[in-house]
């Protein structure tokens, strides 16, 4: 069946990038159809089976964060990284908040809860959200630099909240007067993992590009070490009780900044250009610079790879335990006053660094796509120990607005980002 899946997306794929619609959307109804509800294939229940998507989940978004650290070939504290960082900071604050007052006040859920729940939907997705971030890492234009930062920022500064509305549920050790949360969970969780990812990224990628110079020749087996640094940044950054998302993530803008030392971060020649992403003939691979950027560009395309088969995976399993879980009623006033009112309110702050016009900011208000990040906390929640009344709700709630966030931002990313590509002059993607 997962032979025969594959073999047809990969023979319609080029059907499907002709419509209007993403290629998630078409997993997400074959996942529908594979569930219980029809040919019952895959029979899962989120409730019995959470430590399973908890550790499906993970590995995708783990890999999915490492792509995204890749593809930023900048420094963490350049301006164009403003926005993303108020997104991922501010906005990500302000998002949770009102999604909270919503839980309590409209969704009479009890206030741990409430900010669980707004922990949960509010970072956006690295997995799905590839349709609208950059395109390779010569890719600078500021909509998609935003986004794809912010996707990789905020899947670990949720994590704070996460633990904040599991202390209020009685599921976490907060302090007096929240004192652990603020001295753990926020600041050495959030310092310890872009420090500890950052400097293995970067130490790692020094050597191994020095061992590239030396020899003249890129060094074999990418995929062992691609692996295998992932692995050690998420592993270390547990052992110290800080957070491995963005621990990952900080691996792989490390590794990106230790290119971008060995080549130059100005405006490379055409060979070097070439090979930061992934393609350089065997003779232009003797200078070292062109060397050094071919192996972080052949890392980003072995990412990639591995992230589209996870990504295919954790779809098909979300479209099947949907009808499981069950349609959450609310969800449908719900997920509009999330994409509509709250996203747009919470990135009001973005102005602030007076970098979009007001078609530019409405696009990235727009695209606040929900997904497989936000199906790993409810996991984690429910692993931790969640009541099993508050979790049916969140279970429900959740899967359901991440059914509908593939379904609208599936349906309307192309067209608009076709529009915007326009109002830039850009030529449209074949």
Request: hydrophobic share 55%; charged share 15%; proline share 4%.
């Amino acid at each position: 069946m997962i032979g025969g899946l594959l073999l047809v997306m990969a023979l319609a794929h080029p059907i499907v990038k002709r419509l209007p619609i993403t290629t998630t959307l078409v997993y997400l109804l074959l996942g529908v159809a594979l569930g219980p509800s029809w040919l019952g294939f895959i029979s899962l229940d989120p409730l019995i089976h959470a430590k399973w998507l908890h550790r499906a989940a993970e590995i995708s978004v783990v890999i999915s964060l490492f792509t995204v650290g890749l593809k930023l070939r900048l420094s963490i504290f350049d301006h164009r990284l403003r926005p993303a960082l108020f997104l991922a900071f501010v906005s990500m604050v302000l998002t949770v908040a009102l999604v909270a007052v919503a839980g309590v006040w409209l969704l009479a859920m009890p206030l741990g809860a409430a900010i669980l729940l707004g922990a949960i939907l509010a970072p956006t997705d690295p997995v799905l959200a590839s349709d609208v971030q950059t395109k390779n890492p010569h890719d600078q234009d500021k909509l998609r630099l935003t986004l794809t930062a912010e996707a990789g920022l905020n899947d670990g500064t949720a994590f704070p909240f996460v633990m904040l509305g599991l202390g209020l549920l009685g599921l976490h050790e907060l302090g007096e007067n929240l004192s652990r949360w603020w001295l753990v969970d926020v600041l050495w969780a959030i310092l310890a993992g872009l420090g500890v990812g950052g400097a293995l990224g970067y130490g790692v990628g020094r050597y191994v590009l020095y061992l590239t110079a030396r020899r003249k020749k890129v060094v074999p087996l990418g995929e062992y070490l691609l692996l295998g640094l992932i692995g050690v940044a998420y592993g270390l950054a547990l052992e110290m009780k800080a957070y491995g998302f963005l621990a990952v993530f900080a691996a792989g803008v490390g590794v990106r900044a230790a290119e971008r030392a060995a080549t130059g971060a100005g405006k490379a020649d055409e060979a070097v250009n070439e090979a930061i992403a992934g393609e350089a003939s065997k003779s232009s691979l003797a200078d070292p610079k062109v060397a050094a950027a071919y192996f972080t560009g052949e890392l980003l395309t072995m990412n990639e790879q591995l992230e589209r088969i996870l990504e295919v995976a954790l779809v098909l399993i979300l479209g099947a335990v949907l009808l499981v879980a069950g349609l959450a009623p609310a969800a449908w006033w719900f997920a509009p006053l999330l994409f509509l009112v709250i996203r747009p309110l919470a990135a009001l702050p973005l102005l602030a660094t007076k970098r979009f016009n007001a078609y530019e900011f409405s696009m990235v208000a727009w695209f606040g796509i929900r997904g497989i990040g936000s199906i790993y906390y409810l996991m984690y929640a429910i692993e931790h120990g969640l009541p099993v009344d508050v979790a049916k709700v969140l279970v429900s709630l959740t899967l359901t607005v991440i059914a509908l966030s593939i379904v609208v931002h599936g349906v309307s990313v192309t067209p608009l980002l076709q529009r915007y590509r326009r109002s830039r002059g850009e030529r449209s993607e074949p």
